[in-house]
């Protein structure tokens, strides 16, 4: 009997191959897109899951607001960590990383420069599960100069030689020369930290010092299991008062609570590992976060296109009803029951998915490694890595079988055999309604699709031509500069007296990519209640005028003037933060260093605000110090022989014996690598906005189709009676636009209301003008039109005489 059944369902299907074909196909994308969804969305989701104290381990960041401005940081001071765990009995572990850049390793004629290293506190492998494959995690960190590598780095390095109390020497000073005292295998893919190397924290002074005015350190706690960390935040009051306080009265000479009153406030707060990478907008994080909005956004997409396709096998079922209506009416005469005929249907129904699946899957493997490239993505499909994928896929395909066919089975069999046979079957105005219906909400997701893809691409072009305050283009930035040591200056002199070469700037910080920040503590002359906590850049004279940066008042920094040493030039919001507005020039501004030493500046200049940070964040008080840093070079170029400049530096560069090639970059470069994330998601999100307007319009054709077929004889009398194919094509058209301009009046709110959401994370955005709807509507219609448009003309260029021909 089961055989006989599928010996049906596949002549069913071959008989009505095209209608199968667009089902199947449909399916196949919806299902692939999914799968490709679901990898990304784990991945996601999964980020410090490989830890297994990972539902107790919290992260402190430090929040607050002075005069007006307001910070919120990823890191903390060097004592919290040790506050923490001594205050308070919940804490039963704190650990630190200091981040340590990208230092260049030395060991015997091997030198690199790697790409991310940390000081870490002794016990951070009994907190994180780093599993070590060579030394002990409990010891590996406890004496100074010592470091834990990863096999790669190990294996780099040291070949087949054992790495185990081997020095490696730092080439940048930072610390020396450290022993290697322990091996892991690597970091996971899926953690929010990425380092290389982990140097022990005892090597670092800093990580010793008592102040509570500057905050450098990542730090995490590990609470009992089941512990609520909302419980523990809200006595971090207390350590505020107990230890920030004192030190502010005793550096500035205001009391906790006088800083209160004047609106300003400093704040611990907690979060937890698992929320870090997706929950997270620090601007000073250890990697680029993710995006929970993202996740629900593909989440979403996915769930629409896989109910498109089943929409669009439930309306291509029901539309081709009278098709097997006479097969349904003598079947039962026959003395097939309903339940046979429903099971039959559904069989049809599940083959139908079962085959769209294996296409699915093939798409999937086609189009993953196309995905990880876009998305940036190391995704894989692996049924060894996913167990339960094969049962799960099984249960789908049933599942998406029934739930796509059920309604069609229950539809079809419920034909009365007597009025099906004597050719009395219509589809009657329900059948007809939910069609339209389910068109209607098709292209309801299909217009929110083209809306936000608009707006994404619109808003990621007002970013990358906004006016910026300074000039990205045509400057070069050489980020080793620094390996040169006392023949840096020669390299300089020789750049600049390149007539290509504009002006040449030393200093570390840059506005677009990877910077140099310091963050310090600044008031108004004696006036400590109207504390700012401010971004210092340390450059020198030419920096200014190298990024093309516009001075509003005041001056630059100048060699002519000795007491620029203790000078600083203000951006506009700093100035404004101190309530100086362009009368900044000539006050002072105080701040105290770590040993309580109070210093005072003398402002010289006012800048005009320019973009240091990204456009999702407002610009925020900046002050300049007049201190020039050697070891990166930032170079104003005029010329458009930009290789020819290249192969002399390289040359230059060579010839004074430097361990490894020049490193450089451009600042336009760097500026687009900001916005990387956003221009995947653009693209992604405009692939798959693409990939549901096909699968939509699979839909539409089949529809289309079944229109013409079924309106083939009113069409051969209108065209007897001199209608013209464009009038017939506009007739067989103009009920879908009607269902297309009905999907555009619901799907404009709720597409504005998301994608006004998604740009308030943008401090600097577009608004969402009306020419947006206006390009989804004009979009859905040409779509709709073309869609239709090849069965419409088909139809009515037919020769009337053969469709009249039965009459």
Known sequence: MIRSYFKIAFRNLWGNKGFSAINILG???????????????????????FNKKADRIVRISFQGSAAGETFDESTVMPPVAQTMKSDFPEVQEATRIRDFGTPKLVYGDKSFKEDAFAFVDSNFFQ?????????????????PNTIVITRALAKKYFGKENPMGKVISFKDGKNAACKVTGVIEKVPVNSHFHFEGFA?????PESREPTWMSSNFYTYLVLPDGYDYKKLEAKFPQVVEKYIGPQLFQAMHVTLAEFRKKGNNLSFHLQPLTDIHLHSNFANDLSPAGDIRYVYIFSAIALFMLLIACINFMNL????????????GIRKVLGSLKMELVRQFLLESILITAIALVLAMLLMYLALPVFNTLAGQTLSLRFADHPLLLPGLIVFVLISGILAGSYPAFYL??????????????????SIGLRSGLVVFQFFISIVLIVSTTVVYKQLSYIQHKKLGYDKDQVLVLSNSWMLGKNEEVFRQQLQSDPRVASISRSGYLPAGPSDNNNFFVYPGENANQMVK??????????IPTLGISMLTGRN???????????VILNETAAKAFDWGEKAPGNTISTTKNNGEIVRLHVIGIVKDFHFRSLHERISPLVMVLSPNAGTMIVKLKTKDVAGLLTILKKNWDSMGAEEPLSFSFLDERFNNTYKSEERIGLILGIFAGLTIFVACLGLFGLAKFTAEQRTKEIGIRKVLGATVAGVAALLSKDFLRLVLFAFVFASPIAWYIMDKWLQDFAYRISISPWVFAIAALLAVMITILTVSFQAIKAAIANPVNSLRSE
């Open 413 to 430: 069999s419920s034909f009365k055999p007597v009025a099906v046979l004597k050719g009395k079957f219509t589809s009657g105005k329900k």
């Open 200 to 204: 022990s924290m005892a090597s670092l």
């Open 317 to 328: 079922s029901t539309a081709g009803a009278s098709k097997r209506a006479r097969e349904v």
């Open 27 to 49: 399916l196949a994308i919806g299902i692939a897109t999914c799968l490709i969804i679901m990898l990304f969305v784990q991945n996601e989701l999964g980020y410090d899951g």
């Open 534 to 543: 401010t971004l210092r850049y340390d450059v020198d004279e030419n920096y």
């Open 557 to 567: 920094f100048s060699k002519d003037f000795a007491s620029d040493s203790s000078g």
């Open 127 to 143: 907190v994180f599960t780093l599993p070590l494959i060579e030394g002990d995690a409990k010891t590996a960190l406890t004496e």
